[in-house]
DNA sequence: AAGTCGACCAACCGCGTCGTA
DNA sequence: CTACGACGCGGTTGGTCGACT
């Protein structure tokens, strides 16, 4: 089966966008909100395509963009999180506030991996050179025992597939030892187990559950979706909860969000929650916050 | 002044995932 | 269970601009 196209390309404008397109498109979001890319250009008298739009706005458009060059300190976090989370750019964003994964991934490519390499750091591995190359040849499951410096942090999940994922990343920062957590999370149709097995946190690592409930609560959601679907915190037994505040609407009575809406009001249970590595509020609207970590 | 090269970055493309019918 | 629409992500491309010769 082919892939249908995202859009009529014979009718679209490909390439830079002109000051009016702009001007439309932020017009129009203002206006409406985001969301609904595939019917938006149309509704907005655009000639582009849905994503090309969602792109735009995203990357240069949005208002709490933040322009300019990367401080040292964002450089670090960076470093740090691409350690931890390899190539998910959206991840790393979701940690820095204005920051779009496009930049971040821009940037990594053309001024962060040099600076790495310069330092004497495989970019892929955060390893140095030489032990990165040697340590290719051996097998990448044999992990050696957790030394002061060395942290292991696994993932494992079979949420939606019989087949059990398992991340390991191993990251090491030579010389200055540094506390971290140490994760287990396991999660098995609606039953969900989150083991922390220590506390100590120096990158507020926290596991966030989706905040799909506060959203349709408070009239996020999109057109059309179902209206039987249950949050993702109510599964988990948390109504009433601390977590869940679906006590005031049961959300098995309300619409789930989907990607649509703002994201205006979401930050407190964000900041609340076990935000884990501070998740794009746009990795939140759905249970992709959770799968996002489950490395392929 | 003209040509070449490399850096930068906006935008595109293809694929994976999710939700729904 | 399957097909399909829609969205989001990551890799890649290509245009622009400045530095250099």
């Given at each position: 089966?082919g892939r249908s ?30 969301g ?6 149309k509704?907005a008298g655009l000639?582009r395509?849905?994503k ?5 706005w995203?990357?240069y ?15 670090e976090?960076?470093i740090?999180?691409?350690?931890l ?10 940690r ?7 930049e971040i ?6 001024h962060?991996?040099r600076k ?8 892929t591995?955060h ?18 025992p ?9 993932f494992t ?6 087949k059990?994922e398992t ?5 090491s ?11 287990t999370?396991?999660?098995?149709k609606?039953e969900s187990l ?16 989706p905040?799909v409930?506060?959203?349709?609560h ?6 059309g979706?179902s209206?039987?679907?249950r ?6 037994g ?21 990607s649509n809406g703002?994201n ?17 509020k ?15």
């Amino acid at each position: 089966m082919g892939r249908s196209p995202c859009c009529e390309k014979a009718h679209t404008n490909k390439g830079a966008w002109t000051k009016e397109e702009d001007e439309r498109l932020v017009a129009y979001i203002k206006a409406h909100g985001e969301g609904c890319w595939r019917s938006l250009p149309k509704a907005a008298g655009l000639l582009r395509c849905g994503k090309s739009c969602r792109l735009r706005w995203i990357n240069y458009l949005r208002p709490d963009l933040k322009r300019g060059n990367f401080t040292e300190e964002e450089d670090e976090l960076i470093i740090k999180l691409h350690s931890l989370l390899g190539n998910k750019w959206s991840l790393i964003a979701g940690r820095l506030p204005g920051r779009t994964d496009n930049e971040i991934k821009n940037y990594w490519n053309t001024h962060i991996r040099r600076k790495l390499i310069n330092r004497g750091i495989d970019p892929t591995t955060h390893r140095p050179i030489q032990e990165s190359s040697a340590s290719q040849d051996s097998k990448p499951t044999q992990l050696e025992p957790i030394t002061s410096n060395t942290i292991n942090i696994s993932f494992t999940s079979s949420a939606s597939t019989p087949k059990v994922e398992t991340f390991q990343e191993r990251i090491s920062f030579p010389g200055k030892p540094e506390k971290i957590s140490m994760l287990t999370f396991k999660e098995e149709k609606n039953e969900s187990l989150v083991e922390e097995k220590f506390t100590d946190l120096n990158l507020e690592l926290r596991i966030s559950l989706p905040d799909v409930v506060d959203r349709c609560h408070q009239g996020l959601v999109g057109e059309g979706k179902s209206k039987t679907s249950r949050c993702f915190k109510c599964s988990l037994g948390m109504i009433n909860g601390m977590e869940c505040r679906c006590g005031r609407i049961r959300c098995d009575v309300v619409g789930l969000g989907g990607s649509n809406g703002s994201n205006k009001g979401s930050d407190n249970i964000i900041s609340n929650g076990f935000d884990f590595l501070g998740l794009s509020k746009k990795e939140t609207t759905s249970l992709l916050g959770f799968r996002s970590l489950e490395m392929k």
